[in-house]
């Protein structure tokens, strides 16, 4: 995208302050680097400038100036994303714009089981919220203390709970949405019945800012679960944490909430962190196991009566149940705390894939041998949800390898894991949404007929290609 010229830029700062409030609209070289810099490092841009609206009238006003003007827009929440999709490009010819400043919690409906919030409040005030009210908001990340439900729904975020309540797709029941000339669409509805037509509200979840900017949204609530049970054990292989998966349906129905698999390297990293393991078991796979339910429910039971099953049929090693809230947070700090624990490695080069549930073993071991001949002494950190296919399989530098010569690798590396996860008939992103480290390769898996379909609906909406250029589809 070519640069507009000065007179013309000059102006739109001029308008945007006029708008928004001049201190709301930053240009020094200090305020510029804080929002072109995702919270790793791993991706640095140069914003023209950045912008803060507090309303969705405001929000509407920047896009309508900035589309005028033929300057391209930036969304962004918290910054918390692991692809790139909220930082700016390097040509110093973007906007950021940012939505920290739109935190109201607009309305708690608990008969309803609905809250409407605007899409710059932080996911843990979403969760507290609801708790407030009796109810429960299921989404839960490793960044729920930073990250933003706008950023939650564009890029369609997963978490911990996808296997009881869905991904954010599923949490979202009603959008307000700018579109990219500064109209905005109001579909703020909570019903569950809605069927008149194209389903709006899904065509914007996951679009990572490319079709609009969501502004508000209106999410579903559940029933709360304070009785939970929680185990962490040990486990022979992969295939038996798959298979252990329909042994913990069976006994717990929908009550289970958790079924994730920690490998033993990323066991080892935390514990070396710091992190207690009660179960110091030389086993190469480990997972952690939560069943939730209302008051008075037996969920303990639900949780003894599967791990007997496991034991006996050979898919549980060893086991321990967390007999307090403390020992529950110290068994979840064994999953938690990886990527943090993988961050003193160095350098990462993250992969968020997905196959069918039974392919799992087939992905891990593939992967593993053809990732060792591609450079020997790569040390795979694996992580992921069993009951949604989701792995995180993030790799470090070998110990010899300098960082940078390691991160010139990664195209090659991920060719690999992509590769793979395709042959699986898998995906290449699973929660992690595509960005701008994504997109090409996310075409390169799919038919001609889905790109072309998607790049007529980015072109319908965006024909300028304004909206967040460079992320989810790349230019032609």
């Not at 889905?450 to 589809?473: C, H, Q, T, W």
Request: with cysteine; charged share 20%.
């Amino acid at each position: 995208m070519s640069q507009a010229p000065t007179d013309l830029l000059t102006g739109l700062l001029t308008d945007l302050r006029a708008a928004i409030g001049a201190d709301h609209v930053l240009t020094e070289p200090a305020d510029l680097s804080t929002y072109g810099t995702d919270w790793r490092g791993a991706f640095r841009g140069t914003p023209l400038a950045v912008v803060r609206p507090a309303s969705t009238n405001e929000v509407s006003q920047v896009v309508r100036l900035t589309h005028d003007a033929g300057v391209a827009i930036v969304p962004q929440g918290g910054n918390t994303g692991m692809c790139g999709g909220a930082v700016p490009s390097g040509d110093g010819d973007q906007i950021v714009l940012s939505l920290g400043r739109m935190r109201t919690i607009r309305d708690v409906d608990a008969t309803g089981a609905t809250i409407t919030v605007d899409a710059g409040v932080v996911l843990v005030e979403v969760q507290a919220a609801a708790a407030t009210a009796g109810r429960l908001f299921p989404l839960s990340l490793g960044s729920e203390g930073s990250c933003t439900i706008g950023g939650n729904i564009a890029t369609n975020a997963g978490g911990t709970a996808v296997l009881r309540y869905g991904m954010m797709r599923n949490l979202v029941l009603g959008l307000e949405v700018v579109l990219p000339d500064g109209r905005v669409w109001d579909g703020l509805r909570s019903l569950r019945k809605d069927n008149t037509g194209y389903d709006l509200t899904q065509l914007f979840i996951g679009s990572e800012g490319t079709l609009g900017v969501v502004t508000g949204a209106v999410l579903a609530l559940h029933p709360a679960t304070p009785v939970r049970a929680t185990a962490w054990v040990a486990l022979p292989s992969v295939a038996a944490a798959a298979d252990l998966l329909a042994v913990l349906r069976d006994r717990a129905g929908d009550r289970l909430s958790t079924w994730e698999l920690v490998s033993r390297p990323a066991r080892d990293l935390v514990v070396g962190q710091g992190v207690h393991d009660p179960l110091p078991s030389s086993a190469e796979w480990f997972g952690l196991i939560e069943i939730a339910g209302p008051a008075g429910s037996n969920v303990g039971d639900d949780l003894e009566a599967a791990l007997g099953d496991g034991l006996a049929a050979g898919l549980v090693l060893e086991a321990v149940v967390a007999g307090s809230p403390a020992q529950r947070q110290g068994l979840w700090e064994l999953r938690e705390r990886i990527t943090e624990a993988q961050e003193t490695l160095g350098p990462t080069i993250k992969h968020d894939v997905s196959v069918p549930i039974t392919a799992l073993a087939s992905l891990v071991s593939r992967l593993g041998p053809a990732l060792q001949t591609a450079l020997p002494g790569i040390r795979p950190i694996i992580f992921g949800h069993v009951g949604d296919g989701n792995l995180h399989y993030n790799l470090s530098r070998p110990v010899d390898l300098p960082g940078e010569s390691f991160l010139a690798r990664a195209a090659d590396l991920s060719a690999i894991v992509h590769d793979c996860t395709a042959e699986l008939a898998g995906s290449i992103s699973a929660e992690h949404g595509l960005g701008s480290s994504k997109a090409a390769s996310a075409a390169a898996y799919k038919s001609e007929v889905e790109v072309s379909v998607m790049r007529a609906v980015k072109d319908a909406l965006d024909p300028s290609g304004l909206m967040n250029p460079g992320k989810v589809l790349t230019l032609e």
